[in-house]
């Protein structure tokens, strides 16, 4: 899988640290990421006026580096810098720039406005002088581009530390992303993001953005069982049920078997149903995964079936309703099991693992390591989080999967990718981008079936 590392402040630091024990400089590295930084603003202006707002640190030493790169291209460029440089680097980089500096926004215009206020340093929330100046020189540019993080955002949380921050046509990440890049609130306000890449070389326990997955094409000799049996668990609805399946005959593996005595109305052909008790259809030794969830519905005959589900011992996916009924002391302490909840089926989950913790990240975490689920925390802002300690970030998908039953099938696309071979965490991120494509390839306005039958589409996507 092609996944970017996503840092911590303390991990981006650790990196540049161990760059600048490699041999180059503090001022190198600020002139690599700060000239990288310049093409994007260069391309965004057009030859338009720049206003380069520069603050304390190397957030602002990057925004010195910048305007004089834009200087020396004949481009009309000022800098506001209402606090001088506190670092070195960022005092060497003013001295090397010389163009029009000024101390104050005050009735400062122009087109392009390039926030350098901070960035990872940010501590505090900004002072009342400082968010004032800002929000007026936001207004007063047509276009705002933030350089590593936009002024105000805290980077490890994605939280905005000040009410009414501006929003940004782009944000140029510095050496690495950072948290803030990709969770919300923050990430709403930053426009098109882009990398500028300094050499940072992979951290070992780094969170992952869980990106287009490498899917392979079958064997020249599989056949059905070889790509994986998943065994889909039924219960009283078997509408949401069907959905999972028909997500599931589109994620990979090659056979699908629903285990139901609860019949769906037109099935699809390809669909086995199989109306045997459970404890003898889960006896089959070739399935490779089970979902468990969608449409079991609530009763007597859920807790069950989830009991039988989960006894059988297979890697599982277990959603919906049966997050509801899964409680401590029912899960094996080394089966491969993976947990898609919604905001709501988190918190039951929670409340019955008696987890308690700051966020909704820490709250993953704690939940995974205490249950042995990897856990799938979907919605707007997905996070994956693995008892082990992996942690994966969704990026964004469209909002039109804000309807009923796309949960169903984003836990039939897990479970097949666990029928196809992988481990949970692994299935987990595969899953949350091929859901996205395949509501990308859907377009505005569709229903859970539309994207269940779209899930071949974002198999060929990542083909
Ligand atoms: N790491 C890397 O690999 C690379 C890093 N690079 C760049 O460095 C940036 C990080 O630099 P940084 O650590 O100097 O932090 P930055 O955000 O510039 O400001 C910190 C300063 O602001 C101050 N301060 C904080 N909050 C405040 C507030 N509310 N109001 C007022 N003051 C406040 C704080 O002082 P304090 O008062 O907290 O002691 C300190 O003086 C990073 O985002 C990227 O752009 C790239 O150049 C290359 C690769
Ligand atoms: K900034």
Known sequence: MKNAQVLTVAQMQAAEQALI????????????????????????????????????????????????????????????APITPKTDAAKNARRAYKGVLLSSGKDVTGQVLVDCLFGSGLARPLSGEHILMLRDLAKRHTVRIAVDLPSGVESDSGALLNERLPDYRLTIALGAWKFAHWRLPAREMMGDLRLIPIGVAAIEGAAQLAGKPDIPVPASDAHKYTRGLCAVVGGAMPGATLLASQAAMRAGTGYVKLLTHHLPTNPPAGLVIDQASLEDTLGDHRIASVLVGPGLGRDREADDRLAMAIDCGKPIVIDADA??????????????????????????????????????????????????????????????????????????????????????????????????????????????????EAARQCGPAFSADDLALAVSGAIAAAL
């Open 323 to 436: 997050l509801v009924l899964l409680k401590p002391g029912m899960l094996r302490a080394d089966m491969p099991c993976l947990a898609t909840p919604h905001d709501g089926e988190f918190e039951a989950l929670c409340r019955a693992f008696a987890i308690v913790a700051p966020d909704r990240q820490a709250c993953a975490f704690a939940l995974a390591k205490t249950s042995g689920m990897v856990i799938l925390a979907k919605g707007p802002d997905t996070l994956i989080a693995a008892p082990d300690g992996r942690l994966a970030i969704a990026p964004p998908a469209p909002s039109w999967l804000s309807v009923a039953g796309t949960g169903d099938v984003l836990a039939g696309i897990a479970a097949s990718r666990m029928a196809s071979g992988r481990e949970p965490f692994d299935a987990a991120c595969e899953a949350v981008w091929l859901h996205g």
């Open 21 to 80: 024990d490699a041999g180059t400089s503090v001022d190198e590295i600020m002139q690599i990421a700060g000239r990288g930084a310049a093409e994007w603003v260069w391309r965004v202006a057009a030859g338009r006026p720049v206003t380069v707002l520069c603050g304390p640190g190397n957030n602002g030493g990057d925004g010195y580096v910048i305007a004089e790169t834009l200087r020396q291209r004949g481009d009309e460029v000022q800098i506001v």
